[in-house]
C-alpha cells in the first residue's frame, strides 16, 4: 500500500498543528519555564515542519500516484485474509469478555485458517488444540484472568 | 570473585537451564521460518517471561535470539528467502552457494561463523561495559540528555535512506511517548479523559503489534508464489571450516568487529550489521569478482557480523539505559519489569547479575554449534511447517500474551493498532527502529532535560558547562548539522 508522501504531509502538518494549539491549554509550573507542554509542543513542531516538507516532496514527485494500494487488492483472497486478521482481532476485543475466551478463541482461529486455506479438517481440529493449549498455559500455569464469558457457570 | 560464583550459580540451576533449552529450539525454530524475525520471537517471549524470575528471563531472550540470528541463514540457503531480516545480506549468496552444490559449506559457515561473532561481541562486551559503567557513573542529567538526543541522532542517521522519514519516525515515537502522567509535571497528557491512557502505552504489547501483527499482516497480503525446498542431501557441516578460518580470519575480525560496533550504537542492529559487513567484504576482498556467484567470503564476514551485533546492543542498552537495536529496546522493558534498571547501577549494587548476563551470552553461543547443527539436519521438516497453521496461532498467542501483561483488553487494541501503523509505515519507506527508539527513550528525554533546566536555572549554556556533556553535545550537533553540510560540499566540488 503506497501513500504519496503529500497525503503523509498533510497528516502530519495537521496533527502538528492541531497539537501545537492543543498543548497551549497545558497549565504552567509556578516558578518553571519548562512546564508539560514543552515537549509535545516541540514535537508537535517538528511534525508541523516536517508534513510541509513531506508536502513539498510529494508533489514534486511527477507522476507518483497520490495512492497505490498494493498487488494483493486484484486477489479477493488476499483482501479477505487481511479483513479476517484486523476483523478477527477487533471480534476478539469485543466479544471475549461477554462470550469467553474459550468460545471466541477457536471461532477467529478456524476464520483464520480457513481464509488462509487450511483444510476444514486439520483446521477445526488445531482451532481447538490451540485454544485450549493457549487457555490452558496462560490460564492454569500463568494464571492470566482469561474471560470465562458465558461460559462461566462452569468456570474452574 | 564472589559475584562471578553468583552469576554461575544464577545460570546453572535446573530451572534456568530449561528455560535455555526452551527457548533455544524456539529460537531456532522462529529464526528458521521466513517471515518470522528475532525481534519477533523476543516480543512473543515477553509476555511468559513476565512470570519468571530475572535471569531466568533475560536467559530466554538472549539464547533464543542468539539460534534465531542463525537459523535465519537456513531458508536462505535452502529457499532464497532469509529466515530473519538479518541473513538478508547474503541470502542471494548462500543461494548461489547451495545451486553450486555447496550448502554444506554455507550453512557451516553460517553456524561456526555466527558462533565466533557471536562470542566475539560477548568479549567486547564484557570488557566495555563496565569500563563504561564507572565512566557513567559520574553523569548528570546534562549528559543523560545529550546521550540521548545523540543515540536518537544516531538511530535516523544509521536507519533510514531518507533521513526525513527516519526523523518523522522518530517523533511518532516521541510523540507516544508523551502520552499519559509520566512526565516530570504530573499533569495528564492527551488522555482524551480516558483512564487507560493515563498510565501510558503500553510498551509491551506495542513490541508485540510492531513486531509481530505487522508481520502477520505482510504474510496476509503476501503476493509472492510459493517456495520451492532446493533437495540435497546435507552431510558434515564442519568439514573445511578450520581451513575457512585460517584462510578467512581477518574477514571474521573485521565482520565481527564492525558488527559490534553497529550493534551497539542505537537503533541500528544485526540486519544493519550484516548490510554493511558484506559491502564491505566485497569492497576489500582480493576477488571481488566472484561475490553473489556462491562466494563463501562475504557469508563468513556478515554472519559474524550479524551475531556480534546482538551481543554489541546489550552495551548500552545495560550501561545506559539506551537500547542498541530492536530487540534490547524491548530487553529494556523487561529489565525495568523485573526491577534490574538498566544504568551504571546495575554493576555495582547487583554485579552477580551482570556476570549472570555475560555467562548466558558465552553459553548461547557455545551450545549454538551443537543446536545449530542438528537443527540443519532436521532443516527440511522445520521449512515444511505450513505457515497458513502458523500464523492463526501465533495471532491468537499475540492477542492473549498483549492482555496478560496487564489484563485489559485494551492492550491488545494498542497492540492492533501499532500492527497496522508498522505495516503502513514500513511499506511506504518510514523506518520503524527510530519510532521504537523514541517510545523507550522520550520520557529519559524530557526527565533529563526538565531536570538540567531547573539546575541550570534556565540557561542553556549549562548543557555545555561540563567537559563531557560538552563533548556529547558537540557530537550530537556536529551528528545534526554536518552530513548536510558534507554533501552540499560534495556537490559544489562534483559540479
Same mark, same amino acid.
Given at each position: 500500500?503506497?501513500?504519496?508522501?503529500?497525503?503523509?504531509?498533510?497528516?502530519?502538518?495537521?496533527?502538528?498543528?492541531?497539537?501545537?494549539?492543543?498543548?497551549?491549554? *497545558?497549565?504552567? /509550573?509556578?516558578?518553571?519555564?519548562?512546564?508539560?507542554?514543552?515537549?509535545?509542543?516541540? /514535537?508537535?513542531?517538528?511534525?508541523?515542519?516536517?508534513?510541509?516538507?513531506?508536502?513539498?516532496?510529494?508533489?514534486?514527485?511527477?507522476?507518483?500516484?497520490?495512492?497505490?494500494?498494493?498487488?494483493?487488492?486484484?486477489?479477493?483472497?488476499?483482501?479477505?485474509?487481511?479483513?479476517?486478521?484486523?476483523?478477527?482481532?477487533?471480534?476478539?476485543?469485543?466479544?471475549?469478555?461477554?462470550?469467553?475466551?474459550?468460545?471466541?478463541?477457536?471461532?477467529?482461529?478456524?476464520?483464520?485458517?480457513?481464509?488462509?486455506?487450511?483444510?476444514?479438517?486439520?483446521?477445526?481440529?488445531?482451532?481447538?488444540?490451540?485454544? +485450549?493449549?493457549?487457555?490452558?498455559? *496462560?490460564?492454569?500455569?500463568?494464571?492470566?484472568?482469561?474471560?470465562?464469558?458465558?461460559?462461566?457457570?462452569?468456570?474452574? | 570473585?564472589?559475584?562471578?560464583?553468583?552469576?554461575?550459580?544464577?545460570?546453572?540451576?535446573?530451572?534456568?537451564?530449561?528455560?535455555?533449552?526452551?527457548?533455544?529450539?524456539?529460537?531456532?525454530?522462529?529464526?528458521?521460518?521466513?517471515?518470522?524475525?528475532?525481534?519477533?520471537?523476543? !516480543?512473543?517471549?515477553?509476555?511468559?517471561? *513476565?512470570?519468571?524470575?530475572?535471569?531466568? !528471563?533475560?536467559?530466554?531472550?538472549?539464547?533464543?535470539?542468539?539460534?534465531?540470528?542463525?537459523?535465519?541463514?537456513?531458508?536462505?540457503?535452502?529457499?532464497?528467502?532469509?529466515?530473519?531480516?538479518?541473513?538478508?545480506?547474503?541470502?542471494?549468496?548462500?543461494?548461489?552457494?547451495?545451486?553450486?552444490?555447496?550448502?554444506?559449506?554455507?550453512?557451516?559457515?553460517?553456524?561456526?561463523?555466527?558462533?565466533?561473532?557471536?562470542?566475539?561481541?560477548?568479549?567486547?562486551?564484557? @570488557?566495555?561495559?563496565?569500563?563504561?559503567?564507572?565512566?557513567?557513573?559520574?553523569?548528570?542529567?546534562?549528559?543523560?540528555?545529550?546521550? @540521548?538526543?545523540?543515540?536518537?541522532?544516531?538511530?535516523? @542517521?544509521?536507519?533510514?535512506?531518507?533521513?526525513?522519514?527516519?526523523?518523522?519516525? +522518530?517523533?511518532?515515537?516521541?510523540?507516544?511517548?508523551?502520552?499519559?502522567?509520566?512526565?516530570?509535571?504530573?499533569?495528564?497528557?492527551?488522555?482524551?479523559?480516558?483512564?487507560?491512557?493515563?498510565?501510558?502505552?503500553?510498551?509491551?504489547?506495542?513490541?508485540?503489534?510492531?513486531?509481530?501483527?505487522?508481520?502477520?499482516?505482510?504474510?496476509?497480503?503476501?503476493?509472492?508464489?510459493? +517456495?520451492?525446498?532446493?533437495?540435497?542431501?546435507?552431510?558434515?557441516?564442519?568439514?573445511?571450516?578450520?581451513?575457512?578460518?585460517?584462510?578467512?580470519?581477518?574477514?571474521?575480525?573485521?565482520?565481527?568487529?564492525?558488527?559490534?560496533?553497529?550493534?551497539?550504537?542505537?537503533?541500528?542492529?544485526?540486519?544493519?550489521? !550484516?548490510?554493511?559487513?558484506?559491502?564491505?567484504?566485497?569492497?576489500?576482498?582480493?576477488?571481488?569478482?566472484?561475490?553473489?556467484?556462491?562466494?563463501?567470503?562475504?557469508?563468513?564476514?556478515?554472519?559474524?557480523?550479524?551475531?556480534?551485533? +546482538?551481543?554489541?546492543?546489550?552495551? $548500552?542498552?545495560?550501561?545506559?539505559?539506551?537500547?542498541?537495536?530492536?530487540?534490547?529496546?524491548?530487553?529494556?522493558?523487561?529489565?525495568?519489569?523485573?526491577?534490574?534498571?538498566?544504568?551504571?547501577?546495575? *554493576?555495582?549494587?547487583?554485579?552477580?547479575?551482570?556476570?549472570?548476563?555475560?555467562?548466558?551470552?558465552?553459553?548461547?553461543?557455545?551450545?549454538?554449534?551443537?543446536?545449530?547443527?542438528?537443527?540443519?539436519?532436521?532443516?527440511?521438516?522445520?521449512?515444511?511447517?505450513?505457515?497458513?497453521?502458523?500464523?492463526?496461532?501465533?495471532?491468537?498467542?499475540?492477542?492473549?500474551?498483549?492482555?496478560?501483561?496487564?489484563?485489559?483488553?485494551?492492550?491488545?487494541?494498542?497492540?492492533?493498532?501499532?500492527?497496522?501503523?508498522?505495516?503502513?509505515?514500513?511499506?511506504?519507506?518510514?523506518?520503524?527502529? $527510530?519510532?521504537?527508539?523514541?517510545?523507550?527513550?522520550?520520557?529519559?528525554?524530557?526527565?533529563?532535560?526538565?531536570?538540567?533546566?531547573?539546575?541550570?536555572?534556565?540557561?542553556?549554556?549549562?548543557?555545555?558547562?561540563?567537559?563531557?556533556?560538552?563533548?556529547?553535545?558537540?557530537?550530537?550537533?556536529?551528528?545534526?548539522?554536518?552530513?548536510?553540510?558534507?554533501?552540499?560540499?560534495?556537490?559544489?566540488?562534483?559540479?
Amino acid at each position: 500500500m503506497k501513500i504519496n508522501d503529500a497525503i503523509f504531509g498533510v497528516l502530519f502538518a495537521v496533527l502538528g498543528a492541531v497539537v501545537l494549539y492543543h498543548v497551549q491549554a *497545558f497549565p504552567k /509550573i509556578p516558578g518553571q519555564q519548562y512546564g508539560p507542554g514543552l515537549f509535545p509542543g516541540v /514535537i508537535a513542531f517538528g511534525f508541523l515542519v516536517c508534513g510541509i516538507v513531506l508536502i513539498v516532496s510529494g508533489v514534486r514527485q511527477r507522476g507518483e500516484p497520490w495512492f497505490a494500494l498494493g498487488d494483493w487488492m486484484g486477489m479477493p483472497r488476499l483482501v479477505l485474509a487481511l479483513l479476517a486478521v484486523v476483523g478477527g482481532v477487533v471480534f476478539y476485543i469485543l466479544l471475549a469478555e461477554r462470550l469467553g475466551f474459550l468460545v471466541v478463541a477457536p471461532v477467529v482461529l478456524l476464520v483464520w485458517f480457513r481464509v488462509f486455506g487450511v483444510r476444514w479438517m486439520t483446521a477445526v481440529v488445531t482451532a481447538l488444540v490451540t485454544s +485450549l493449549v493457549i487457555w490452558y498455559v *496462560f490460564y492454569k500455569l500463568l494464571r492470566v484472568p482469561l474471560p470465562w464469558g458465558v461460559l462461566t457457570p462452569w468456570a474452574f | 570473585m564472589d559475584a562471578i560464583a553468583q552469576g554461575f550459580a544464577l545460570v546453572f540451576n535446573l530451572q534456568t537451564m530449561l528455560v535455555i533449552a526452551g527457548a533455544s529450539l524456539f529460537g531456532l525454530f522462529v529464526g528458521a521460518v521466513p517471515g518470522l524475525t528475532a525481534t519477533m520471537a523476543t !516480543a512473543l517471549l515477553v509476555p511468559v517471561t *513476565f512470570f519468571m524470575p530475572p535471569i531466568p !528471563a533475560v536467559a530466554a531472550i538472549v539464547t533464543a535470539t542468539a539460534m534465531a540470528i542463525f537459523s535465519g541463514d537456513i531458508p536462505g540457503c535452502l529457499l532464497r528467502m532469509p529466515g530473519t531480516p538479518a541473513s538478508a545480506a547474503y541470502t542471494d549468496e548462500s543461494y548461489a552457494m547451495t545451486r553450486k552444490g555447496q550448502a554444506e559449506l554455507a550453512l557451516g559457515a553460517g553456524l561456526v561463523f555466527s558462533a565466533i561473532g557471536g562470542l566475539f561481541g560477548t568479549a567486547v562486551l564484557i @570488557v566495555s561495559a563496565p569500563v563504561l559503567a564507572e565512566f557513567a557513573l559520574k553523569f548528570s542529567s546534562f549528559e543523560y540528555f545529550w546521550l @540521548v538526543l545523540l543515540g536518537l541522532t544516531c538511530a535516523i @542517521v544509521i536507519t533510514a535512506e531518507r533521513p526525513l522519514k527516519g526523523f518523522v519516525s +522518530l517523533l511518532i515515537g516521541l510523540a507516544i511517548s508523551s502520552i499519559g502522567l509520566g512526565n516530570p509535571a504530573g499533569f495528564p497528557r492527551f488522555t482524551f479523559g480516558s483512564t487507560e491512557l493515563t498510565g501510558g502505552i503500553g510498551l509491551i504489547p506495542m513490541m508485540i503489534g510492531m513486531f509481530a501483527i505487522s508481520e502477520i499482516i505482510r504474510y496476509a497480503v503476501d503476493t509472492s508464489p510459493p +517456495l520451492k525446498i532446493v533437495d540435497q542431501p546435507i552431510h558434515n557441516v564442519f568439514k573445511g571450516m578450520g581451513g575457512l578460518a585460517v584462510k578467512y580470519w581477518r574477514q571474521i575480525l573485521r565482520g565481527s568487529a564492525l558488527g559490534t560496533l553497529i550493534g551497539a550504537l542505537p537503533g541500528a542492529g544485526a540486519d544493519i550489521a !550484516a548490510w554493511m559487513s558484506y559491502a564491505i567484504s566485497k569492497k576489500m576482498s582480493k576477488e571481488p569478482e566472484k561475490f553473489g556467484t556462491g562466494h563463501v567470503e562475504g557469508i563468513i564476514e556478515s554472519g559474524s557480523a550479524n551475531n556480534s551485533a +546482538l551481543a554489541g546492543a546489550w552495551i $548500552p542498552a545495560l550501561v545506559f539505559g539506551i537500547p542498541g537495536d530492536s530487540i534490547t529496546a524491548i530487553v529494556i522493558g523487561v529489565l525495568y519489569m523485573k526491577n534490574m534498571n538498566p544504568g551504571p547501577t546495575l *554493576f555495582t549494587q547487583n554485579p552477580q547479575n551482570i556476570y549472570a548476563v555475560y555467562i548466558l551470552f558465552i553459553l548461547a553461543n557455545i551450545i549454538m554449534i551443537p543446536l545449530g547443527w542438528w537443527c540443519i539436519k532436521v532443516a527440511k521438516q522445520i521449512l515444511r511447517v505450513p505457515r497458513n497453521v502458523l500464523m492463526p496461532v501465533i495471532l491468537l498467542f499475540c492477542i492473549v500474551g498483549s492482555f496478560a501483561i496487564n489484563n485489559t483488553a485494551f492492550d491488545i487494541t494498542v497492540m492492533l493498532i501499532a500492527g497496522v501503523v508498522a505495516y503502513v509505515m514500513e511499506e511506504n519507506g518510514f523506518p520503524v527502529a $527510530p519510532a521504537i527508539l523514541g517510545v523507550v527513550l522520550g520520557t529519559m528525554l524530557e526527565e533529563n532535560f526538565v531536570t538540567s533546566m531547573i539546575k541550570a536555572e534556565g540557561s542553556f549554556l549549562a548543557f555545555f558547562g561540563r567537559p563531557v556533556a560538552a563533548t556529547l553535545g558537540v557530537l550530537t550537533l556536529a551528528a545534526w548539522f554536518l552530513p548536510p553540510v558534507i554533501r552540499r560540499l560534495r556537490r559544489t566540488a562534483g559540479a
